[in-house]
């Protein structure tokens, strides 16, 4: 890091950005200034710079104050558009599950069921079958439950249908009721349960991942041994889940203070 030469217009045109995006306010001249203690003359050459090209735009004539502008968002979008959410989402899968010793998966819903899109498995004592690509059901899998939970529960209605609701194992959740009541519990504690509901060796933890417009786009989770879970290694599991999905959700530009915001129906 010490080699690095640095330009100074650029490190402070990348300043002024962040100062912007932590600051949650406009911004005056003055305070631009003073909050990056450099001359008025230089800070207006800047902030006139950074007007033209979109990257700042005028929020008050008035009281002369300046915001973030569009081209903040379509730079960031663009970003996100290149990365794909499991590129993102890969080294915070692999640290789950060095961390865990367990499997960690990603999934979206597509078409009413969880379908799998990665999974890191290499520090994992014991590996489940889940493959690259599978679908499940989203009610009895911990991915898929974390999901299912962050939609509103027209959603989760339209998904579960009006016919019979099948089960995986003895412990799967078939009635909506039962369903409903489990996604209320999860959205109060903020990450699911998959207690052998499909697969009876299995115990998962999962909690739902959201973008820049708050919505739940996909979901991780991490499948242990059941015979293996003690209330320890739970609550340990449950904060590192919990942790990835927030960090993930970051970067996909989620401004919320919890996994699984109050919703209307």
Known sequence: MDNIRMNKS???????????????????LNEICKQMNMPKSSGFELVQTLLHKGFIEMDDVRLKTYRLGIAVFE???????????????????????RQTGSTAFLGIEDKGRIVYLDKAESYSVMRPTAKLGSRRYMHTTGLGKALLAALPTSKVLEILGEGEIPSRTSYSKVTVPDILQDMQEIRERGYSIDDREDHLEMYCIGSAVYDQWDEPVAAISVASMYSGMTPEREASIVKLVKEAACKLSGQLGYSGDRLYPQRQE
């Open 10 to 28: 650029a490190e402070r045109v990348a300043d002024l950005l962040v100062l912007f995006a932590k600051s949650g306010a406009p911004l005056t």
């Open 75 to 97: 730079t960031g979008m663009a970003y996100l558009s290149n990365m794909g959410v499991p590129h993102m989402a890969r080294p915070l899968l692999q640290e789950l599950n």
